[in-house]
């Protein structure tokens, strides 16, 4: 007959069988895998104390929460529950100040502890902390469903064991640690790669954001950059690629009271552990997102906040560690320095075409000034021989007969020495320096008298014209000789173009300006069109379509309309024709 135990003893035979334990756990330290080392223990634990379930929890650096390592059967059922832990709020965690085993009932838990375990059958729990060099670093819990309590014979068998078990439990720690480093530099290196990769800034951040969710084994994080104009944060990365759309709507007031702007004001990091309790989370963003704690990290460049990234977690309130936030901060600074070198350089590049603009224009400035001066000496000089020859003309005109030879060469005499008065006109218009006399006038008398002035200039046999103007069109400040120019040019062109049976329409709206109200002047045939080859040569100095055109009239209409501040545009269309679209503001104060 065996020798008695008290509770308190270890018979040989439980020794035996600690002993076969501790052999079976440290043949599987020869595997290398940790993961599976913790599972084979919690194995042997459920064997030798005939429990049921087990499970390991890690302490974290703060000492205030435990989370869960590895679980055995039934436990893992039991994570949405007792995944994480309060150190000073469970009986598991407070046993963690306490050296030795303990076990209780079930009943004698808090209520919410009892439901979830009576749930899945299990009536009694052990804890047993691990220690590490006298500190304590998380415990093993241990359930059984048959009623009857663990001894404080198995709990010094759970002990024993437990000393193997920190090992591995320290092992995978440490193992974790260098994993994480590791995966940490790897991260490093592939933000790194990203922001100085040749791709659009926008793929650059949403490639950040998604190391940053990974890094901070966070849910997701959004980053929103400063737009200065507006004094908003506007949204434009997502780690979650499904709600990128939604993400670019986002537009937060930097005076606003949530983190994300405090984060901006104040340029320091905000943390928000617990959504549901802080006034600092926009409710439509938290809803959307399903936000349970978050944390934004400003984006700074050259001493100031240029955007933010708030990282969130939807698994439920959490205490963001230093070195969490330590490294995120680490990668905020690469992100800033990204976006910071993306609107320079983009500053850079619109600086050198304004530049290349710039030198085109002078040179075309400097061209037509040299052209403009030719052309006014040009005209000067043939306008006066031009004069004799129309004296000569109409004395011809009164001495010969207007029969036969003699009236068709006349009738050609005239008509060409018309066409060069015109040429000469249209020369010294367009040499001569646009400088408008600015008044207020009725833009609608105005196209009137423009209508009638290019239906008498081109005669009966002509497109129709007609108008749209807005009865209550406000009066418009232009010089009104040389408006009258610039619509009956666009006018007879237009009616030129439609020629017999075609139409002219001339139409009037206001319409709002970045700098204020424009008038629209929209003149429109039914012609051919222009070639798109040719429409982007319409305003060039004596570019012409025309066998008869001086090619001279659209240049000084453009003329005349920037003179005003407005601006011109063509659409054409070989099918419906084109169409010559002015604008103009309603005022304009001071000179030319």
């Keep these: ?333 690469q992100v800033a320095t990204a976006v910071a070198n993306a609107r320079l350089f983009e500053k850079v590049k619109q600086s050198y075409e304004q530049l290349a603009l710039a030198q085109e224009e002078l040179v075309k400035q400097e061209k037509l000034a040299a052209l403009g001066q030719l052309a006014a000496t040009l005209a000067h000089e043939v306008r006066n021989p031009l004069g004799v020859l129309f004296n000569s003309l109409g004395t011809l005109t009164k001495l010969l007969p207007r029969t036969g030879d003699v009236a068709l060469l006349l009738s050609i005499m005239g008509e060409e020495s018309r066409r060069l008065d015109r040429l000469m006109r249209d020369l010294l218009d367009f040499a001569r320096p646009v400088r408008p006399s600015i008044e207020p006038h009725s833009l609608a008398e105005e196209i009137d008298g423009a209508l009638r002035a290019a239906v008498q200039q081109l005669g009966p046999d002509c497109a129709s014209f007609s108008s749209e103007v807005p009865s209550d069109l406000p009066r418009i400040s232009f010089d009104q000789a040389m408006m009258r120019q610039a619509l009956v040019n666009l006018l007879t062109n237009g009616a030129q173009a439609a020629g017999v049976g075609g139409s002219v329409v001339i139409r009037v709206a206001i319409e709002s300006g970045k700098r204020g109200p424009l008038a629209r002047i929209e003149v429109s045939d039914t012609g051919p069109g222009i070639p798109s080859d040719l429409a982007e040569r319409v305003f060039e100095p004596f570019f012409t379509t025309k066998a008869m055109g001086t090619g001279l009239g659209l240049s000084i209409v453009k003329s005349i309309i920037e003179a005003h501040g407005g601006w011109i545009e063509f659409t054409s269309d070989t099918a419906t024709g084109t169409c010559a679209r002015l604008r103009l503001p309603l005022e304009r104060r001071g000179g030319p």
């Design 1 to 333: 007959m065996p020798p008695m135990t008290s509770d308190h003893e270890l018979s040989k035979a439980d020794l035996l069988r600690v002993v076969d334990a501790v052999r079976e756990m440290s043949h599987a330290t020869s595997s290398g895998d940790h993961h599976e080392m913790l599972v084979l223990a919690l194995r042997v634990a459920i064997r030798v104390t005939e429990s049921d379930g087990a499970v390991v929890y890690r302490l974290n650096e703060a000492g205030d929460e435990l989370t869960r390592v590895v679980s055995e059967p039934h436990y893992d059922q039991l994570q949405d529950s007792f995944g994480r832990m309060r150190v000073d709020r469970t009986w598991t965690g407070k046993s963690t100040s306490r050296a030795r085993a303990s076990a209780t009932p079930v009943a004698n838990l808090p209520p919410a502890a009892q439901q979830v375990l009576l749930a899945v059958g299990f009536v009694h729990v052990a804890t047993v902390p691990l220690y590490v060099r006298g500190l304590p670093i998380g415990t093993v819990n241990l359930s059984r469903r048959r009623d009857e309590p663990y001894t404080q014979r198995e709990l010094r068998i759970t002990e024993i064991l437990s000393d193997l078990l920190v090992v591995h439990v320290e092992n995978a720690r440490l193992f974790a640690d260098a994993n994480a480093r590791l995966d940490e530099m790897r991260m490093l290196l592939e933000v790194a790669r990203s922001v100085t990769a040749s791709h659009s800034l926008a793929e650059r951040l949403e490639t950040s954001a998604d190391i940053l969710a990974r890094m901070l084994g966070a849910s997701n994080a959004i980053i929103a950059l400063v737009e200065d104009e507006e004094d908003v944060l506007r949204g434009v990365a997502s780690a979650n690629a499904e709600l990128r759309d939604f993400v670019r709507t986002i537009r937060i007031p930097i005076a606003a009271t949530s983190a994300a702007a405090r984060a901006v004001r104040t340029m320091k990091t905000v943390l928000v552990a617990d959504v549901e309790h802080s006034s600092e989370a926009r409710s439509d963003l938290v809803q959307r997102f399903g936000q349970k704690s978050l944390v934004a990290l400003p984006l700074i460049a050259h001493g100031n906040a240029i955007g933010v990234v708030v990282i969130d977690d939807t698994h439920g309130a959490r205490v963001w560690e230093a070195a969490e936030i330590q490294r995120g901060e680490l990668i905020a600074v």
